[in-house]
């Protein structure tokens, strides 16, 4: 079974703090992708990596920056978290091609005060 | 513009009863379709449709592709309360820069049918 992993299930954070949001998965997979889910708005693409080190920005990249150093991890940034920034964070991944489903994390919900 | 729209956005139903989401979307390059089940947690993986007419099925939920109406359709028939959930559909999108042509499995997702069914 693909497991997709993320570090915290619930994190609340301060203004202005720096915010780090880990992704692992164990199945090899080249294709990392992390979401925000806000309600009314659906899914939302924030970047997406199809390589190691490789990165594309998705729909709303804006405030927020990626890293992927090891196939397996996938490490999303809040450089200075923002309240706008509150909101379900979902990780996946897949195999490469678009033919392939992704397999999401839990989720992390995080609260910006 | 790439993008996908579902309906209805929500849908409350009692057991028993047999349903019917929509999804519709507009891609430049269309190569598959995708549901999701979401309950709680992360979306769990439902299907995948590639080609027109042909029915995929998996117990009492079932799924079909319109390639040239740009639609497909999710049943489920004698729901349960366990059916509760939002369902998700979701279309690979393009990025010019990525390699294989920017087929990269990006995904464009609806915003959801949540779908509330009643003992």
């Known amino acids: 079974d693909v497991k997709v992993t993320q570090s915290s299930r619930y994190l609340v954070k301060r203004t202005g703090e720096k915010v780090f949001l880990e992704c692992v998965q164990d199945?090899?997979?080249?294709?990392m992708f992390w979401y925000r889910q806000d309600p009314g708005l659906g899914l939302r693409l924030i970047y997406f990596s199809y390589d190691v080190k490789m990165k594309e920005k998705g729909d709303i990249p804006e405030g927020y920056s990626v890293s992927r150093e090891k196939k397996e991890r996938f490490s999303l940034i809040l450089e200075s978290a923002s309240t706008n920034q509150t909101s379900m964070y979902l990780c996946?991944?897949?195999?490469?091609?678009?033919?392939?489903?992704?397999?999401f994390g839990p989720g992390t919900r995080l609260t910006v005060l | 513009e790439d993008k996908v729209v579902q309906s209805p956005l929500s849908l409350v139903v009692h057991e028993g009863d047999t349903v019917t989401l929509n999804c519709s979307y507009e891609v430049t390059n269309f190569r598959s379709l995708l549901w999701y089940k979401q309950e709680k947690k992360a979306p769990t993986f439902l299907f995948m449709l590639t080609s027109s007419g042909i029915e995929k099925k998996s117990g009492r939920l079932s799924s079909i592709l319109d390639k040239k109406e740009l639609f497909s359709i999710l049943n489920i028939t004698a729901t349960q309360t366990g059916d509760s959930a939002v369902y998700l559909c979701a279309v690979p999108g393009n990025v010019p820069s990525a390699p294989y042509g920017g087929s990269q499995g990006n995904l464009i997702f609806g915003k959801g049918t949540k779908l509330s069914v009643k003992p």
């Open positions: 996946a991944s897949s195999l490469q091609g678009v033919y392939n489903e992704q397999f």
């Open positions: 199945m090899d997979h080249e294709n």
